[in-house]
C-alpha cells in the first residue's frame, strides 16, 4: 500500500515538471536529455504501481495465445526498434481463458529483457500435455544456474554481466512470475539453444 500510494503521488509533481520542460528555453540537446530522464521515471513509476497493485481486478476472456504472443512481440519490436531482431512462432489452437491484460505484460516483459541482453530473440507456443507453453530464448550472456532464482527477487539487480534490470528497476522477472502463478502456472529460466538465457511461461489449457 505504501509503495502504490507513494508511486501514485509522484506522478503529480512529475507531470508540472513535464509541463514546465515544455516552456523551458534551453539547448535542445539539453532538453531531450531531460525529457528522457523524466520518461524513464514515469515507466519505472508505473511498473511500482503495476507490481503493487497486482492482476485481480482483470476479468479471465477466452484468448488466442499465439495472436497474444504475435502482438507482444511486436510491440516490443516497434518500442525498442529492432525489426527482425525478434522471430516468433507459435502452434494454432490455443484458446484459453486467461487475464489478457496480464498474459500480455508477462509475454512482454520476456520478450524485452531478451532484447535487452540478446542480440537475436526467438518466442514459441507449443502444447505439453495440459498446458500451453510459451518460450522465449535469447543469444545473451545468460545467468548461472545457481542465480537464477536471486533473479526473480523483486528491486534486485544481479552483479553479472546479465543484469536483468538493465534500464528497469528490478520488477520485470517478478511480474512475470507472479502472473503465470496466479494462472496456476508458473515461470522458469534455463539454458537457451542460441546461447543464452530461456524463460518459459507454462499456462494450464
Known amino acids: 500500500e505504501m509503495l502504490a500510494g507513494v508511486s501514485h503521488d509522484l506522478k503529480t509533481p512529475l507531470t508540472r515538471l513535464k509541463l514546465q520542460l515544455a516552456m523551458l528555453d534551453a539547448d535542445a540537446a539539453d532538453l531531450e536529455e531531460m ?3 523524466i520518461v524513464e521515471m514515469e515507466r519505472m513509476l508505473d511498473e511500482y504501481l503495476q507490481f503493487a497493485r497486482g492482476e485481480a481486478g482483470e476479468a479471465p476472456q477466452e484468448t488466442d495465445l499465439g495472436g497474444l504472443l504475435l502482438d507482444a512481440a511486436k510491440a516490443v519490436s516497434k518500442a525498442r526498434n529492432s ?4 522471430v516468433v512462432s507459435a502452434d494454432e489452437g490455443f484458446v484459453v481463458s486467461i487475464r489478457r491484460d496480464a498474459i500480455r505484460r508477462c509475454v512482454t516483459n520476456l520478450i524485452d529483457n531478451a532484447l535487452k541482453h540478446g542480440k537475436h530473440v526467438e518466442a514459441r507456443l507449443s502444447g505439453s500435455g495440459k498446458f500451453a507453453q510459451i518460450v522465449v530464448d535469447d543469444d545473451g550472456p545468460g545467468i548461472p544456474e545457481a542465480r537464477r532464482e536471486e533473479a526473480f527477487r523483486p528491486f534486485h539487480r544481479l552483479d553479472e554481466g546479465r543484469n536483468l534490470q538493465t534500464g528497469g528497476v528490478g520488477l520485470g522477472l517478478a511480474i512475470a512470475r507472479d502472473i503465470a502463478r496466479a494462472h496456476g502456472g508458473d515461470l522458469v529460466l534455463g539454458n537457451s539453444a542460441m546461447g543464452g538465457l530461456r524463460a518459459i511461461v507454462r ?3
Do not use: V
Not at 525489426?83 to 525478434?86: G, V
Open 35 to 37: 525529457r528522457a530522464d
Open 83 to 86: 525489426e527482425n531482431r525478434i
Open 203 to 205: 499456462l494450464p489449457t
